[in-house]
């Protein structure tokens, strides 16, 4: 079975299905270009289609087509020409020209600058869908002549996804990975061939694209041409279908039948894909993840069919990090687009001004003005209004005016608060055609300000956003389904963690460590702190403050907690290149932390110099940290010191550059090495950073902040497996209350399971090692654990097992299964590495790594890799690997290499087995890679292979002896021609003989015959295609493919005659891949 089979028709199939229309090229390499609706191979759009398809679409108001040819023309050369623009530029050009178009003039009407639809969104059925496999693209001056993606969907002749399928096979044990690859290698992403000044891949292709999906059936998943590997997910919604249905599908099955259902791809396109700017600075395209389309989609379908304003409103449940402000965004822009709910009002409310900024920058992604309401007779003004605008509008707006005091009726009253006001806040407007965004709605929904939003707009639809509604009995009316409505979409802790659209949060306790919890060390602190007071005076004082106040702003405390802080960062956060935030008591507190910390920093720094020898690398990064506060004014008598910080905080632009990875490198980019966010309340919720995986806490947080608290950790990054909270005052108990307000026993498991201790990985680690034992062991390897655990203490017995082990995963599923199950392991080793509870597995980790590596090398599988284990472990590894002689970064070596003997004799040491099979695979990759060159020569080395495995199984010296012989043969390559023939002549010979011809031979009569054709073609071709461009001008193919056809007629061969249109097209697939031989050997005899 092949990938072809197996992956790639079944997606084909499906989409047929879908209604979709196939064109089904086969598992070869195309040389037809009109089989793919294109003239040549260097096209990347379907013009015909297009030109058909728009034309057809823009109709005037009686249904006459108005588009003329030239406009059509011009149409296409407005998507193809994208000047000096980068691939991301280019395809958010082209992304605004597929939403609105426009022509010079409709010649039928006379109207001017008419709109152009380039697709109809509104009517799916009537644009025309393709679905093209092994669409090949020429790629001329690149280090590969043509890129083939498997498969290219196309709407209106424009291709909006490109698919990548991929199997498990002998040299790939990681076909995911190798399909992300080769993504990158197509769109010329690839870094290391850019820094290389080589040339790869064709861009123009991703020009338009929407969509890049990986799949090897079982798993398949999506993401954007800027989408790293960590961010490409599973679809796992049908909708509008019932997701019930998915029941029985696989990944693909699942993705193609939510996302390519033709009116699902459309709105996907039209209202949920957007480019943005990140907080770490660069753009990106951004797709919908599935939960976002289902719940805007559910919301919009409420607005159609509810008949009042409660019925029409509810919450959506969506945890922390699972992008609310975008599903708002994407319901917005459906919307707009639609003709039934586009004069809606929409206001966004919010209770948080760092939440508004963040929010203000997501909501200009509707499009169009976003009016931000900024006092309450503004409020009044523009929310009054019947027009379908986009508001923001923080809920404290709705705060009732209080009646002032005079000093009269003050001192009679005996107070000077203000006196509530003897009327409601009033209706701002009635109308049913609002709807009203909330978000974080848990937090004011119970407040007089929530009944006040209520009363201004009574007949508003109401959709409550949060990641922590209020659930429980005791919350009473108060809960957020009961205030708001019904559920309309829920996505929860757990939905994000397995779905890899967040991480899993590590819970570290320290506060046993700075003993403040003990009645004992809480009374020897405050006799530290009140030496000089009395004991009547340290009595008020401790039942005034207990554990806060002075307490948490204590100089020595905090130093002592910064010095334990700063050595948890640097041995387990740093190591991977992230970032750490810290909350603080108060703004006071955050000014001692900021101290502190530094104060640890210059500590550490010392301690690393005096290392023998210090660790250089290690010295550089710790002086190129830094701190900033990030905290908020305190008005005009404001303390000095908080001024101080604060500027400080604004003029390094600290909370920009510290969502930036660190460039040690940049002169200019000196505040990226800020390491530590140091907070009070800012930055609590709403805060997106994904390079912060810690956040230190020595501050009370109770119920949904300390939820949304926590959350800002575990956003995905590559390279990041957790995120970690360090708790420093004692929060257990209030997050065991917090994660209780979910009060269903499968609710509260589920949050507790996405909450974990450090400690609760080591029963995992240690789970994942006994599975990789059992793995290798149920293969057959003996006495594999004591191996790995070096109990063996002999080199040669080591050797031994290695072999069995490597021998074993020979199988590129078992292969497949033991790196899965190896990355597993390392992952849950580098979540607890360096604590000591770690160290008995590194030895472990070492020598399943050194396999790995042994394997990659013996079956030349440039899949495997440790690309998703941490840096900490990679670094354990590869310093082993090193010690050992083995550089990990080092690519197998290839059959071909000057040292390959060198290296196999390093590899293999004295055993002939380990040796005879690292040679069988190099020779055996090597016919594959050359195979295309010449067919027939590598088909029948690879017999050989076969044949001396058969003959001298077991005879391992022999084996190795026979095969170095062989590879040899294979270095030289086809030296001669055969029976009179020139060399290039038996080349074409051999081939032909085996396609052209059913039973793949020859009749003895016909040979002379033949042989002349074959020697008249190599003639036909060297005096054509050394000229210019020869293999990107389709003319001058044609011509020779003509004159190829003609010479066959004139053989006299029959079956020949019969195939020729066949045998035409392998004649011309193996000059194009002999090019350069069949010039050389032109060049040789005028020599």
Not at 265 to 278: E, K, P, Y
Not at 431 to 460: C, K, V, W, Y
Not at 672 to 701: N, R, S
């Amino acid at each position: 079975m092949s990938e072809y089979t197996e992956v790639e028709q079944p997606f084909l199939q499906q989409l047929e299905a879908l209604g979709w229309t196939v064109v089904d090229q086969g598992a070869g390499l195309p040389q037809e270009a009109g089989r793919s609706l294109r003239a040549n191979f260097r096209q990347w759009l379907l013009p015909e289609v297009f030109d058909a398809a728009v034309r057809s679409i823009n109709r005037t108001d009686d249904g006459q087509e108005w588009l003329m040819d030239r406009q059509l023309e011009d149409l296409r050369s407005q998507l193809l020409r994208q000047p000096n623009r980068t691939l991301l530029e280019a395809n958010e050009a082209i992304q605004s020209l597929l939403f609105k178009a426009q022509a010079d003039v409709n010649e039928l009407t006379g109207e001017a600058d008419p709109v152009v639809r380039l697709i109809d969104f509104r009517h799916p059925e009537n644009n025309r869908f393709h679905a093209i496999n092994q669409f090949r693209v020429d790629t001329p001056g690149c280090v590969k002549t043509f890129i083939v993606p498997d498969i290219v969907l196309f709407v209106n002749g424009i291709p909006l996804a490109v698919v990548e399928c991929k199997k498990g096979s002998e040299t790939c044990a990681n076909p995911m990975q190798e399909a992300f690859v080769q993504l990158q290698r197509y769109m010329r992403r690839r870094k290391e061939t850019e820094a290389a000044g080589l040339k790869e891949g064709e861009p123009r292709l991703f020009h338009s694209n929407l969509l890049l999906i990986r799949t090897c059936g079982i798993e398949a998943d999506y993401g954007t041409i800027t989408s790293g590997e960590e961010h490409f997910f599973a679809w796992k919604t049908l909708y509008p279908r019932d997701d019930a249905t998915r029941e029985g599908m696989n990944a693909q099955q699942q993705l193609i039948a939510g996302m390519f259902a033709k009116p699902n791809l459309l709105h996907i396109l039209r209202t949920c894909s957007v480019f943005m700017d990140t907080d770490g600075g660069s753009r990106v395209k951004v797709v919908c993840r599935y939960q976002q389309f289902r719940a805007a989609n559910k919301i919009a379908e409420r607005l159609r069919t509810g008949r009042t304003a409660m019925a029409r409103s509810g919450v959506v449940w969506h945890t922390q990090g699972s992008g609310k402000s975008l599903t708002m965004v994407f319901l917005a822009r459906m919307l707009r687009a639609s003709r039934d709910l586009a004069d809606y009002k929409i206001v966004l409310v919010n209770d948080r001004q760092d939440l508004e900024e963040q929010l203000g920058e997501t909501a200009t992604l509707i499009g169009g003005r976003v009016n931000v309401i900024e006092s309450r007779q503004a409020l009044r003004r523009h929310l009054a209004t019947d027009s379908s605008d986009i508001n923001m509008v923080m809920i404290h707006k709705f705060q009732e005016h209080k009646q002032t005091l005079t000093n009269t009726v003050a001192e009679a009253l005996g107070t000077y608060r203000a006196m509530p006001s003897g009327k409601t806040f009033g209706v701002v407007n009635a109308s049913e055609r609002i709807i009203l965004m909330i978000d974080e709605a848990h937090r004011t929904q119970s407040a007089e300000l929530g009944d006040n939003l209520f009363e201004a707009f009574p007949n508003a639809t109401r959709v409550a956003f949060t990641g922590t509604p209020l659930i429980t009995e005791r919350h009473g009316e108060k809960k957020t389904h009961k205030r708001f409505g019904e559920y309309i979409d829920t996505y929860r802790l757990m939905d994000a963690v397995n779905d890899g659209a967040t991480l899993q949060i590590l819970y570290e306790g320290k506060t046993a460590d700075s003993a403040l919890n003990e009645k004992h060390a809480f009374d020897q602190a405050f006799e530290d702190l009140f030496r000089d007071r009395s004991e009547e005076e340290l009595l008020a004082i401790k039942r005034k403050y207990g554990a806060t106040g002075d307490v948490l702003e204590a100089e020595n405390r905090i130093n002592a907690i910064a010095e334990d802080l700063v050595s948890h960062y640097v041995d387990n956060i740093l190591p991977n290149g992230f970032k750490a935030q810290v909350v603080c008591h108060s703004k006071l507190a955050c000014v001692r932390y900021q101290a502190g910390i530094e104060a640890a920093l210059a500590e550490r720094i010392k301690l690393e110099e005096a290392e023998s020898p210090p660790d250089g690398e290690l010295i550089k990064r710790l002086r190129f940290l830094k701190t900033a506060v990030v905290v908020s004014s305190d008005g005009t008598n404001e303390p000095a010191y908080i001024t101080h910080v604060r500027k400080q905080a604004a003029r390094m632009s600290a909370v920009d550059d510290f969502c930036r990875g660190f460039d040690l490198d940049d002169p200019d980019r000196e505040y990226t090495g800020i390491a530590f966010l140091i907070v009070c309340d800012m930055l609590l919720t709403g805060f997106d950073a994904p390079i912060e995986q810690v956040m230190y806490i020595d501050k009370k947080l109770r119920e949904h902040t300390l939820l949304q608290a926590i959350g800002r950790t575990n956003r995905v990054k590559k390279g990041k497996q957790r995120g970690y909270i360090v708790d420093y005052i004692g929060l257990s108990n209030h997050l065991t209350d917090a994660l209780s307000l979910y009060a269903a026993s499968d609710e509260l498991q589920e949050l507790h399971d996405g909450m974990q201790s450090i400690a609760s990985e080591l029963p995992v680690l240690e789970e994942r090692y006994q599975r990789l034992l059992q793995h290798l062991a149920a293969l057959g390897v003996k006495d594999i654990k004591a191996f790995v655990t070096g109990a063996s203490n002999d080199p040669e017995t080591d050797a031994a097992i290695v072999h069995e082990a490597v021998k074993a995963l020979k199988d590129e599923r078992q292969r497949a299964d033991f790196e899965v199950y190896l990355k597993k392991f390392l992952l849950s080793l580098d979540i607890i590495l360096p604590q000591p509870e770690a160290h008995p597995y590194r030895v472990s980790a070492r020598r399943f790594g050194y396999i790995l590596q042994a394997t990659k090398e013996r079956y030349k599988d440039t899949s495997i890799d440790l690309g998703g284990a941490g840096e900490k472990v990679k670094a354990l590894i590869n310093e082993y690997l090193i010690s050992l002689g083995i550089n990990p970064k080092i690519e197998p070596t290839e059959l071909l290499a000057e040292d390959f003997l060198e290296k196999l004799a390093l590899h293999a040491g004295k055993n002939s087995e380990a040796k005879a099979s690292e040679m069988e695979h190099a020779i055996r990759k090597h016919c594959t890679v050359h195979h295309d060159e010449d067919p027939a020569f590598y088909k029948s080395l690879s017999e050989k292979v076969d044949a001396l495995i058969e003959k001298h199984h077991e005879e391992w010296d022999l084996l190795a002896e026979k095969l170095a012989e062989l590879r040899a043969e294979a270095i030289a390559g086809r030296r001669t021609g055969a029976d009179g023939m020139s060399r290039e002549a038996t080349t074409f010979y051999e081939h032909i003989l085996q396609v052209g011809f059913a039973v793949g031979s020859i009749n003895d009569g016909e040979k002379a015959k033949f042989k002349v054709l074959m020697e008249t073609t190599v003639e036909v071709l060297q005096e054509t295609i050394a000229s210019v461009d020869f293999w990107q001008n389709p003319d001058k193919q044609k011509r020779v493919r003509g004159m190829i056809k003609n010479e066959i007629a004139k053989s006299g061969i029959e079956e020949l005659k019969q195939n020729r249109e066949r045998v035409t097209v392998e004649i011309m697939k193996l000059a194009k891949n002999r090019h350069d031989e069949l010039i050389r050997t032109i060049r040789a005899g005028a020599a």
